[in-house]
Structure formats: structure tokens, C-alpha cells
């Protein structure tokens, strides 16, 4: 068995798994460590040592940590919903630093984009696939015949005035305690949009939310198929464990 590990920072939770490349799914209990506050890039990367403590990673066993950010080669340019203390910060030499090693770093949803293209609903598909996971904000991975662009960042499009996430995402959607057919027609929106710029072959909906997706995706009413993710919660972790074990084999 392939072994490696991927590490997931969110708003809530830093959490992390020992990944079966073979299959894409984890080969222990994932262990979730809540996320301190203040979020910090200090405070964080000590508890991805404590995680990678629990989780008995060995040295020779490659790594991948997702951030909530663009991740401009190991460079985070701008956070919106972590600590704004890691604007300008270089991940990797951070990581570094604190657990002694080299880890691979990249956005959460390119992460699960990758996860889903090379293990998941979007394994196979030709064409242009857009991953977006809905959360605390939305994030996005755009897949061209299974090549990642990476930094989409479509969560931040304009649209009527508003940073599309602070109105579609599934954040907002507890916050505003929105029902699902107003919250399905704000995504509704969001999707439009993205379609008629990028005209996919495929959109894959993925975030914690996706678990309900039979509650809002059939109301979406869109040229483009759209199907939930098949990893689910897993998809970033996995994603952040197989490009880690990649650039170690490069
Ligand atoms: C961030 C993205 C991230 C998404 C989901 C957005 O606010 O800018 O980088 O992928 O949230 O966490």
C-alpha cells in the first residue's frame, strides 16, 4: 500500500488522514484537531505537528497541507476567512520550521478537485470540470482533461454587487438561516454565472453540505450536468495526500 498523509486547515477544525493512494480513501481514523484562536500561522502549524504526532507520520511518508487561500507558489497573497496575519506568509518555509520537514501546500478546493478528478466524480471526464466546495465560503478548482488550474478563486466573483460567497455560500446559508429553495436560488445565481464564463462540461459539487444534495441540486436549473462530489469530506485530504506523494516521486 502507498501511503500518504494530507492535512485539511479549516475555520473550525485542522484535521488529518494516513491516505491509501491506491484506492484514495483513508487508511486509519482521521484525527480532527480544533482550529485555535486566534488562527494564527504559528498557532496552526503547531497543531499540524501535534496531528502529524497523533497520527504516528513518519519521516519517509510525504505530506500535504490545504489552506483556506490561493497558495501562490508556497505563498499565501490574501486570507478571507482565517486570521489575516497569514497575508504574505510562505507556507512551506513556516511548515518547515515548525515540523522539521518539507510539505507540500496548496488551496483546499484545488486540493479536492484534484481528489475528485483522480479518484472521484470527476476521474475520467474529459473536457473542462469546475469543482466547487461550499462552506464556510466557496471555493473552486477548475480541471481541464484532468490538469488542475490552480487559484480559481471563483468563491470572489463579483456578481450584482457582492462578493459571491458572502451570498451563495453555505455559511451563509446557517447564518442567515436561509431555507433551501432561497438558498438554491442563490446558488442558482452563482452558477449562471459561472457557466455562462466558463461554459464546463461538468460542475461537481462538493463541501460538507453536499451530504444533502438532493435537497438543492435538483432545483438548480443550469445547462451544464451537475452531480455532488463522491469523496465528500474526504476529497481535500486525499487530494493534499496524492499531490504530496507526487512531487515526492517527481
Ligand atoms: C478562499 C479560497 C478557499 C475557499 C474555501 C475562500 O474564501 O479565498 O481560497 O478555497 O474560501 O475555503
Known sequence: MTLACGIDIGGSGVKGALVDLETGTYSCESVVIETPAPATPDSVAQVCGEL???????????????????????????????????????????????LGRTIVALNDADAAGLGEAIYGAAKDVPGVVIVTTLGTGIGSAIINDGVLIPNSELGHLEIDGHDAETQASAGQKTAQKL????????????????????????????????????????????????????????????????????????
Open 52 to 98: 502529524l504526532h497523533q497520527l504516528g507520520v513518519t519521516d519517509d511518508i510525504p505530506v500535504g497541507i490545504t489552506f483556506p487561500a490561493p497558495i501562490i507558489h508556497g505563498r499565501v497573497p490574501f486570507m478571507a476567512n482565517l486570521d489575516p496575519s497569514w497575508a504574505g506568509i510562505d507556507v512551506v518555509e513556516l511548515m518547515d520550521r515548525h
Open 179 to 250: 431555507d433551501w429553495v432561497t438558498w438554491a436560488g442563490r446558488l442558482q445565481r452563482y452558477y449562471s454565472h459561472v457557466e455562462m464564463l466558463f461554459s464546463p462540461d461538468l460542475f461537481v459539487i462538493g463541501g460538507g453540505v453536499s451530504a444533502n444534495h438532493e435537497k438543492f441540486l435538483p432545483l438548480l436549473n443550469l445547462r451544464t450536468p451537475v452531480v455532488p462530489a463522491k469523496l465528500r469530506n474526504t476529497a481535500g485530504i486525499v487530494g493534499a495526500a496524492y499531490e504530496a506523494a507526487r512531487a515526492a516521486h517527481k
